[in-house]
C-alpha cells in the first residue's frame, strides 16, 4: 500500500512519474536497456538531458541570457561552489534564515570576508527579515538566501533589491510559486525535494557570472566547466535526470507552476487554518513568512508529540516527524502531495487530538 509519505527530502513523487519509470524501467525506448545502464553520450540520454533542460526554462520562464547547468554534490556542494565562483572582489552578504543558510554563511567564510547581513536567530528562525531595511554593504560579490527554510518552516515572499547579484539556495521550494528569474543572479536547488530523486542538483546561473571563478575552485565546481560541456563534463545523476523529465513533464500537463502554485496555496491553507483554529496544536511562525512546502507544529506536550509520530505511521502518514532541532512535527507537502494526503492528514490530528486531550 502507498502510503502519505510526508519527508522534506528525498520525499514523494508523483505517482504517474513512478509508474512511467517502472513501466519503462527494463526497456527504455525500444533501446533493449534501462536508462539506469545506459552511456550518458548515448543519442537517447542526450535526448533526455536536453529536454530536462528545454521543460525547465519553458517551467520557470528562464531567459536566454542564463544557463541551466545540472550537477551532482547536493544544495550543499554549490555553498562553496558559489564563493569559488563568485567570490572576485573577496566580500559576500548573507541572509541566514535558517539551518542551511548557517551553513551556506559558514562556507562562504571560508573564502572570503563573509558578512550575516541579517539573521533571524534571535527569535528561533520562526521569521524572514524586513527585506527593505537590511543594510547590505558596498561594494560586495553577491547577497546569498535561502528563499524556504526547510526546517523552520519559513518563506521570503518578498526578496530585497540590491546592486549586486541575489544568490538563491531554492532547494525546497523550486517549482512550487511563480519566481520571477531576473531578480536572481544565481538559484540552485538539490532535487530530492520537489523534482527527482537524490544526487541531482540544479543550478541556473545568469551568463555574466560564468566565467570568472577564483583560480582555486577545482574542475568540477566551475560554473563554465560545466555549462561548456551542457552538464556532460563528466558521468552526470543520469536516472535522477531522466526522473526529472518525466516530472517536468507531469508538471507542465498539470498547468505550470501557476497550477501548482494554487494547489499548494489551498493544501497549505488547509493545514493552517486548522492549526490556527486547533487549541491542541501549534505552529509558532509569523504569519506572513509561512512556507507554502514546510509546515511545522506541535502538540502540547514531548510525550504526546511522540505519540502521535508514532500512530500517524500505523495510520499512513509517514516520516511526519520534526526536526530535531525544532522538535514536534512538521508536514512537508511539496508539489507531489496530493490535497488527498493533507486532508487525510488533518483527519486524523482531529481524531488524535479528540482521544488526547
Ligand atoms: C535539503 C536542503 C539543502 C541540502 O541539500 P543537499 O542536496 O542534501 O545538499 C540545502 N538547502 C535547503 C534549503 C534544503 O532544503
Not at 528561533?124 to 546569498?144: A, M, N
Not at 518525466?246 to 491553507?269: D, H, S, T, Y
Amino acid at each position: 500500500m502507498r502510503v502519505f509519505n510526508f519527508s522534506p527530502g528525498p520525499s514523494m513523487l508523483p505517482l504517474e512519474v513512478l509508474q512511467e519509470a517502472q513501466r519503462d524501467f527494463l526497456d527504455y525506448n525500444g533501446t533493449g536497456m534501462s536508462i539506469a545502464e545506459m552511456s550518458h553520450r548515448s543519442k537517447d540520454f542526450m535526448a533526455v538531458n536536453a529536454e530536462a533542460n528545454a521543460l525547465l526554462r519553458e517551467l520557470m520562464h528562464i531567459p536566454e541570457n542564463y544557463s541551466i547547468i545540472f550537477v551532482q554534490g547536493g544544495a550543499s556542494q554549490q555553498f562553496a561552489a558559489v564563493p569559488l565562483n563568485l567570490m572576485n572582489k573577496g566580500r559576500a552578504d548573507y541572509l541566514v534564515t535558517g539551518n542551511f543558510a548557517s551553513k551556506a554563511f559558514e562556507e562562504g567564510c571560508k573564502f572570503g570576508d563573509a558578512f550575516c547581513a541579517a539573521s533571524s536567530k534571535d527569535k528561533k528562525y520562526t521569521y524572514i527579515p524586513d527585506v527593505d531595511t537590511i543594510k547590505f554593504r558596498d561594494d560586495i560579490d553577491y547577497v546569498h538566501l535561502t528563499s524556504n527554510n526547510t526546517i523552520f518552516g519559513t518563506r521570503f515572499t518578498k526578496f530585497p533589491t540590491v546592486d549586486a547579484p541575489l544568490v538563491c539556495d531554492m532547494s525546497s521550494n523550486i517549482l512550487s510559486e511563480e519566481m520571477d528569474v531576473n531578480k536572481f543572479g544565481v538559484i540552485y536547488a538539490g532535487a530530492q525535494k520537489n523534482i527527482a530523486p537524490s544526487s541531482l542538483t540544479i543550478v541556473i546561473v545568469r551568463n555574466d557570472l560564468i566565467n570568472n571563478p577564483l583560480d582555486i575552485c577545482p574542475t568540477m565546481l566551475r560554473w563554465d566547466t560545466q555549462v561548456k560541456n551542457e552538464s556532460l563534463y563528466n558521468t552526470p545523476p543520469s536516472f535522477s535526470i531522466y526522473i526529472a523529465m518525466l516530472v517536468f513533464r507531469w508538471l507542465k500537463k498539470m498547468g505550470g507552476v501557476p497550477a501548482m502554485q494554487k494547489i499548494n496555496e489551498e493544501k497549505a491553507a488547509l493545514l493552517y487554518d486548522f492549526i490556527d483554529n486547533s487549541s491542541f496544536y501549534t505552529n509558532s511562525v509569523v504569519v506572513k513568512d509561512r512556507s507554502l512546502m514546510n509546515i511545522p507544529f506541535v502538540a502540547p506536550s514531548d510525550e504526546l508529540n511522540d505519540k502521535f509520530v508514532k500512530e500517524a505511521a500505523k495510520n499512513g502518514i509517514v516520516a511526519i516527524k520534526g526536526h530535531r532541532v525544532v522538535g514536534g512535527m512538521r508536514a512537508s507537502i511539496y508539489n507531489a502531495m496530493p490535497i488527498e494526503g493533507v486532508k487525510s492528514l488533518i483527519e486524523f490530528m482531529k481524531k488524535f487530538e479528540l482521544e488526547n486531550k
